[in-house]
């Protein structure tokens, strides 16, 4: 160890335990300024927040209908959103009744991790702003787009640099 001059962290949780909310949220808000700036998105985005206490892993994103649900172990919807307006069952019924649920199908989208978090928060999020304006849009390319947005804050540094500027991420 006398010979080590520098100690490099990575976000995977191996060196250093890391403040999960305050990368989640800078995650989310540096993805919104990427959708904007890169992928065309409007301004209101901005607008925004980050809920973390809305997300868990496990949820499924619909990209063709816009929706979020939880299976049970036998892959039935249960509670499925549309934004972060919970819907009644008499509506997801018809979606999701006759159809067996395969992850592996591109229309969804599988929120399995902690770094997925922020992306299921903000498809929620926009979805529930567009919603309440009023304003059609296509959900698989929201989906999309967030995707790309979120993966090239990542693989560029700027999620790093920001969080080592802000000095919030690591215990």
């Known amino acids: 160890m006398d010979k080590i001059e520098v100690v490099g962290f990575d976000m ?3 060196l250093a335990n890391y403040q999960l909310l305050h990368l989640e949220d800078l995650s989310f808000d540096l993805t ?5 700036e890169r992928r065309g998105w409007p301004d209101r985005l901005r607008q925004l927040r980050y809920l973390p206490e809305f997300v868990i892993r496990g ?16 892959n039935h919807v249960g509670r499925c959103y549309r934004g972060r307006r919970a819907l009644r069952f008499d509506d997801v019924k018809p ?11 591109p229309r969804f989208h599988w929120i399995d991790t902690f770094f997925a978090l922020p992306e299921a928060c903000l498809f929620a999020e926009a979805v529930a ?5 009023g304003e059609t849009f296509d959900p698989t390319r929201l989906f999309e787009d967030i995707r790309t947005a979120i993966d090239s804050v ?18």
């Open 32 to 36: 919104v300024e990427r959708m904007i």
């Open 59 to 74: 949820l499924v994103i619909d990209k063709l209908t816009g929706n979020i649900f939880k299976m049970d172990r036998h």
């Open 12 to 14: 995977d949780y191996t």
């Open 129 to 133: 702003l567009f919603d309440a304006r």
């Open 95 to 105: 979606l999701y009744r006759d159809e067996k649920i395969h992850l592996s199908s």
């Open 154 to 171: 990542h693989a560029d540094g700027t999620l790093k640099a920001a969080g080592t500027h802000l000095n919030k991420l690591v215990e």
